[in-house]
């Protein structure tokens, strides 16, 4: 028989199994994961159309026949989906995440959300393709005049109003995101909501004399500066989750953090007063939303930045793709602000000003989608190579691009046209091929961007 001290002893010294390093358990995604994926897929055709802008004002290439005619509807193509496709799917992607915990009230509905805003995003790059439609480069939510567009936008349109009914008749909301955060994604959605009964109390008092482009640009522009507010809310979201994945301990003032995050909100519950107090096709009501985003707008990232940078210049030596996202978002979104101080009139200055901002919005949702990967089933890509040079690859073009569009409109060179290049004096031709090569290496940038997230699906 065994000796029962020397089963003990033997058992006493066998080497002990470490405890595994702890698992980061999130909640279940849902279908948040697709709302990612169709962002990256409206960007991924966004820069196949871009393409056709960076050689239309190209020198030497500008004037060859299909870029020029295809200009023009490649880029009401480009902007929608790269801003406006690509943001929101973006902001329903945060919407589904905050509501995972909670079963809809309706069966389905975010699946038809996702549905009606996917079938919206390839009819509106279909419609570039209508020989009969007209580009019109209205602001903000620039337009084709053709049936297959106009389907888009309204599928578009019932996507995120879906999505919205999900948002606010949810009971539960996910314990991921601390009480701050909560509140400013879910303030989001009231901001959107704003925007869309601006788009429609626009169209409900314009005056049917008006047509074409100016129509658009009225029925637009008040909505279309409201939903800049649900931008910058989710790119204050985006900035505080990526500085946090940096340094853990990040914290804010907590009155300081109350006020950044209700300043979108308190400027969008004003809205009404401009339809209350103006027409709809007066210099006033135009000048009231231009006044809210010039005063308002810039001054919760910028507060945000200032407690960013030290972070950024402390974790400097960091390989890391987080770390490099919210560094050139930040960047470009203080280059987009610091240009729009020199615009003059309607040149080239004012895309400058306006794709630094976007840019640097677009940024800090890539490094969202970056955080986001692994809770979504993927591989982390925090750490790749290729994720790490990315953002510096696009952020960098970028700031090529801008800077030759804000040194061409120095020279007068206007916005929204090709061609003429020829008879412009030699600075402004290097100012145009800083331009275009910046945007040649943004689309690089963008690219690499989709392959990385391409990657990190295929690998999982």
């Not at 500085?243 to 853990?248: D, G, H, T």
Request: with cysteine; net charge positive; glycine share 8%.
């Amino acid at each position: 028989m065994l000796d029962y001290k020397i089963i003990k002893y033997t058992l006493l010294s066998m080497p002990t199994i470490p405890n595994p390093p702890p698992v980061t358990r999130y909640p279940s995604p849902g279908l948040s994961r697709y709302w990612l994926l169709l962002g990256v897929t409206a960007l991924a055709i966004a820069g196949l159309f871009s393409l056709v802008l960076v050689v239309a004002r190209t020198p030497q290439l500008a004037e060859l026949p299909l870029f020029a005619d295809m200009f023009h509807k490649a880029l009401v193509v480009h902007v929608d989906l790269s801003v406006m496709v690509w943001f929101l799917s973006i902001a329903c992607m945060m919407w589904s995440l905050l509501v995972a915990p909670s079963r809809s009230i309706f069966p389905f509905l975010e699946e038809a959300a996702l549905i009606s805003f996917a079938l919206g995003t390839l009819a509106i790059a279909a419609s570039a393709f209508d020989p009969h439609g007209q580009a019109l480069m209205s602001n903000y939510i620039p337009v084709i005049t053709s049936p297959v567009f106009f389907m888009g936008l309204g599928l578009l349109l019932s996507g995120v109003m879906l999505m919205l009914v999900r948002l606010f008749t949810a009971r539960k909301r996910s314990e991921q995101f601390g009480k701050p955060l909560r509140f400013a994604i879910f303030s989001a959605g009231f901001i959107t909501l704003m925007a869309i009964v601006a788009f429609f109390w626009s169209h409900a008092q314009m005056p049917r004399v008006i047509d074409g482009q100016q129509y658009y640009d009225l029925m637009f522009w008040g909505g279309g500066h409201v939903l800049q507010f649900t931008h910058v809310q989710m790119l204050l979201v985006c900035w505080i989750m990526l500085v946090k994945s940096l340094k853990p301990d990040f914290r804010l003032p907590r009155k300081w953090l109350k006020v950044l995050l209700s300043v979108g909100v308190s400027t969008a519950a004003v809205t009404p007063l401009a339809y209350l107090l103006y027409d709809v096709t007066s210099m006033e009501h135009r000048m009231f939303f231009t006044h809210a985003m010039m005063m308002v707008g810039g001054i919760a990232p910028l507060v945000l930045a200032l407690f960013i940078i030290p972070v950024l210049w402390w974790f400097r030596a960091n390989k890391n793709a987080l770390w490099t996202t919210l560094a050139m978002s930040v960047l470009l979104f203080i280059w987009g602000g610091a240009l729009g101080n020199m615009i003059q009139g309607e040149n080239v200055v004012v895309p400058a000003h306006y794709h630094g901002s976007i840019v640097g919005v677009t940024l800090a949702f890539m490094g969202a989608a970056y955080l986001f990967l692994p809770q979504f089933g993927y591989r982390d890509v925090s750490a790749w190579r290729l994720a790490f040079w990315q953002p510096i690859v696009y952020g960098g073009g970028q700031i090529l691009h801008i800077s030759g569009l804000a040194w061409s409109g120095g020279y007068g060179v206007l916005r929204k046209t090709t061609g003429g290049v020829d008879a412009l004096p030699a600075d402004v031709k290097v100012a145009m091929g800083f331009m275009g090569l910046g945007g040649l290496i943004a689309i690089i940038g963008g690219l690499l961007f989709v392959v990385v997230v391409w990657r990190s699906v295929r690998k999982a």
